[in-house]
C-alpha cells in the first residue's frame, strides 16, 4: 500500500541485510516513523508493546525475529530460547504461535551453519504467503461488496472494528482488503471507522490508511454502530480476527462482540476475514479455550494525541485511585458470524464450512 505515493509493506528487511525494519504504530496518525530492529529483544519488545501489531503481522514479525537470532547465535538452545521468548509477547493471536512453530519445524533438523540464511529465507517467504492471502481474500470479499451494491445501490456502508487494514498484516489487510478491491474497482464505497478504545486503533490506524487511500470514511464512537444499525445506515460489517476456532468462533478486539450483537438484531450481515494461519484447528469453544489478553490499564486509563501546539502528549482520563480492567479480546460465537472470508473463498462460520475450504485439516 502507498504512504504519501509511496509502496509500502509493515516489515521488510534493512538494506544491510542483517537488521529489519517496521513502522512504529505506536506513533500513528501524528507521526510517521521507522524503527530498526537488530535483535531477539528488538523484535519481541516490537510485540510486546505494539509498534507492531495484527495478528498476520505479529507472526511475521516473529520469524522475522527468529531469524534475527539465528545470525546472533545458530545453536538448538538458542533457537529454542528465541522460540519461547518470542511465543511469551502475546497469548491471543494464533498467528504467533504458528509462524514460531513453522520456523522451528524447519530449523531445527538443519546444521547450526545453514540455520540463519535459511531462517531469513523463510522470514521472507512467509511474509509474501501473507501478502498473497490476503490479496485473494480482497477478491472474495469483493463479490459480497458487489452484491450489496447490485441489491440496494450505492454507496455501500462498510462498519468495522479496530484496525484489520494493511498495517495489522504484511500488506493489503484482512477486513479492509475488499474494501480497498472495491474502492480500486469504482464501486461507491463507505467506511464507518469504530474508534476502538482502548488503544483507538480505528480512530488512529483504520482512519488513517483509509486517507492514505482516499476510501470515504466516517470515525465514530464505540458505541454509535447500533444506532447507525437500527436506521439503515450501515449495509455490512466486516471485522478480522486474531484466532479463529475449528468451529467457528471468532476472537477480536474486544467490542467486536456487541457489534456482531447488533448486526444479528438488525437482520445486517456480519462478516470477519482472515487468512488461514489464524485458524485454532485444535481449539472447538472459543469462549472457554481461547487466552483473553489482559493487558496495562494505563491503555484505558491514558490516551495519546496531538497539543494544540504540536506537541504529542499523554493526558490521563480517569481519577487518580480508580482501578481499571483491560480485556483486549472477546469472542463471538459463530451464530453470529454470516461468512468467514478467506484466501480461499467464503464460508459459513462452522467446522463443515471450514473443512470444505481447507480439507487438509478436516479431522
Known amino acids: ?114 540455520r540463519a540464511h535459511a531462517a531469513w529465507q523463510e522470514a521472507a517467504m512467509l511474509c509474501d504467503e501473507d501478502v498473497a492471502a490476503n490479496r485473494a481474500i480482497g477478491q472474495h470479499g469483493l463479490m459480497l461488496i458487489q452484491g450489496m451494491l447490485e441489491r440496494k445501490g450505492g454507496p455501500v456502508n462498510i462498519l468495522t472494528h479496530c484496525n484489520a487494514g494493511w498495517l495489522a498484516t504484511v500488506d493489503w489487510g484482512t477486513a479492509l482488503a475488499p474494501i480497498y478491491a472495491a474502492f480500486d474497482a469504482g464501486i461507491p464505497v463507505h467506511v464507518w471507522v469504530d474508534e476502538t478504545r482502548p488503544r483507538n486503533q480505528g480512530a488512529s490506524l483504520t482512519a488513517w490508511e483509509l486517507r492514505q487511500h482516499g476510501v470515504p470514511h466516517t470515525v465514530i464512537a464505540d458505541n454509535t454502530g447500533g444506532h447507525l444499525m437500527q436506521h439503515g445506515m450501515v449495509d455490512m460489517a466486516i471485522v478480522g480476527t486474531d484466532r479463529t476456532t475449528a468451529c467457528g468462533d471468532v476472537c477480536n478486539k474486544i467490542g467486536t462482540y456487541l457489534k456482531a450483537l447488533a448486526a444479528a438484531d438488525n437482520g445486517i450481515p456480519f462478516y470477519v476475514a482472515l487468512p488461514s494461519p489464524t485458524i485454532d484447528w485444535t481449539l472447538d469453544d472459543g469462549i472457554r479455550e481461547i487466552p483473553i489478553e489482559e493487558r496495562d490499564a494505563r491503555e484505558l486509563t491514558h490516551i495519546q494525541g496531538r497539543a494544540e501546539n504540536g506537541d504529542l502528549v499523554t493526558v490521563r482520563l480517569t481519577p487518580h485511585g480508580s482501578p481499571a480492567a483491560n480485556y483486549a479480546f472477546d469472542v463471538t460465537p459463530a451464530r453470529l458470524v454470516t461468512g468467514l472470508i478467506t484466501e480461499r473463498g467464503i464460508c459459513k462460520a462452522s467446522r463443515d464450512g471450514l473443512s470444505k475450504l481447507f480439507p487438509e485439516h478436516a479431522k
Open 1 to 114: 500500500m502507498n504512504i504519501d505515493s509511496l509502496p509500502y509493506r509493515t516489515i521488510w528487511p534493512a538494506e544491510d541485510g542483517v537488521a529489519v525494519e517496521i513502522i512504529d504504530q505506536t506513533r500513528l496518525p501524528h507521526e510517521f516513523l521507522t524503527v530498526r530492529l537488530e535483535n531477539l529483544h528488538d523484535a519481541a519488545i516490537a510485540i510486546k508493546n505494539m509498534l507492531v501489531r495484527g495478528a498476520p503481522l505479529i507472526g511475521a514479525t516473529a520469524a522475522y525475529g527468529v531469524a534475527l537470532a539465528m545470525s546472533a547465535d545458530a545453536s538448538g538452545t538458542a533457537l529454542e530460547e528465541a522460540c519461547a521468548t518470542l511465543a511469551a509477547t502475546r497469548p491471543t493471536a494464533i498467528n504467533l504461535r504458528w509462524a514460531l512453530t513453522r520456523m522451528q519445524a524447519l530449523l531445527a533438523p538443519l546444521p547450526p551453519e545453514q
